[in-house]
């Protein structure tokens, strides 16, 4: 800790040498152009050297200037006395000024236009010939740590506000995500209660499904994106088990682009949207139904679609399920990702997401265009081949 503040007080002293230095060399010019027309003789170098004295010894009292305004400023309860305290401060400023001016460099005459010995002079004379000068520079000293306190103030609780937003919406993304876990367990259970009477041995068999599937998911349980591929072997699995349910009535089509199987994808993004489908479009109809898995990669970034058959009565609103996809994508996205949901009058809903396309490395496929359809007829196993 001691060496932390012994290099934040050295850096403090450098910073302030190095802004005193570069402002002394344009006042150490000033003085020999004034010099010269008035008709005094001196040199550059006179005046720059006086200048950067100055300068020099300005720039030693200014760091504890913003170490006594930093520490005061957000604490001071009585605004007039503050001020008076700053006011009064002027004189002490002075005497400390002229004192290490007198210790630290050779006094300067200006009758004599040239540097002369300290027993020719005396700290009070240097302020008597530049008190108006020493009251401007500490006034202005004074404001400049004010300003620079008021942004650093303002900058910490920028970040503090950022940091508290950050939280919070990663504590809202993790509800949302805690809340899916339960819709989807609950909806799954569910469907696999219709089938205990009528087909104990697929209900058995669901059931070790489904443990397979919450161990997955819990897998990730820590993670807000993983792979793409990650997440269609998880929906491949629990659309085995919807497929187990709805027999024939239901058809899996994939259309899965192979150079997005890497992009990160948030966990459980699509899992809400195709229990949605089946939910609304195939368990609602006695005829055969259909669900289609679409990615691909694109210059919007990736492309994700669900899109099913629906029959009767379109379904109205949006349910737990799209409700909780728009919240995701805006906690982790912003508005860099989109998500629209339509319904067509030839009997088609449509879900899609454009996400960015993070992490992703174009794979081009060996034996088969970019999009490769694979439909899988109930009772085959949803497979994702990217060969």
């Not at 001196?42 to 020099?56: H, K, Q």
């Amino acid at each position: 800790m001691e060496r932390r503040k012994l290099r934040q007080i050295a850096q403090a002293y450098l910073l302030s040498i190095g802004i005193w230095s570069a402002l002394s060399l344009l006042t150490g010019w000033n003085y020999l152009i004034f010099d010269q027309s008035a008709n005094l003789r001196s040199t550059l170098s006179e005046m720059l050297l006086l200048a950067e004295a100055r300068g020099l010894t300005y720039a030693f009292l200014t760091p504890p200037i913003f170490y006594l305004v930093r520490h005061f400023a957000s604490s001071a309860r009585r605004r007039v006395r503050y001020l008076l305290g700053y006011c009064i401060g002027a004189v002490p400023f002075m005497v400390v000024y002229a004192c290490v001016r007198w210790i630290i460099f050779p006094s300067w005459s200006p009758d004599l236009q040239r540097f002369v010995s300290r027993g020719n002079s005396s700290p009070w004379a240097l302020i008597h010939h530049g008190f108006a000068d020493m009251i401007t520079i500490y006034f202005a000293t004074v404001l400049a740590a004010h300003a620079f306190d008021y942004f650093e103030r303002v900058r910490k609780q920028e970040l503090e506000r950022s940091e508290y937003q950050q939280a919070l919406a990663a504590s809202e993304l993790q509800a949302l995500k805690m809340q899916l876990h339960p819709h989807f367990l609950f909806n799954t259970l569910h469907g696999i209660s219709t089938l205990i009477d009528t087909d104990g041995k697929s209900a058995k068999t669901m059931i070790v499904k489904l443990s397979s599937l919450l161990r997955k998911a819990l897998q990730h349980s820590g993670s807000d994106l993983i792979p793409l591929q990650e997440e269609l072997r998880f929906i491949g699995e629990y659309l085995d088990l919807e497929t187990m349910r709805f027999g024939a009535r239901l058809r899996v089509i994939w259309s899965i682009d192979p150079n997005a199987r890497r992009t990160l994808v948030p966990q459980l993004i699509l899992q809400p949207l195709v229990e949605n489908a089946i939910r609304h479009g195939i368990a609602c109809s006695r005829e055969k139904g259909w669900i289609e898995i679409v990615s691909q990669l694109g210059e919007r970034g990736l492309e994700l679609q669900i899109r099913n058959s629906i029959t009767g009565e379109r379904p109205k609103g949006t349910g737990l399920g799209l409700q909780n996809t728009e919240a995701r994508l805006r906690y982790l996205y912003s508005d860099e990702a989109t998500f629209c949901f339509v319904t067509s009058e030839e009997g088609t809903a449509t879900a899609t997401l454009v996400l960015p396309a993070l992490g992703s490395s174009p794979q081009p496929a060996k034996d088969s265009p970019v999009s490769r359809r694979i439909e899988d007829e109930a009772g085959n196993h949803a497979h994702i081949d990217y060969r």
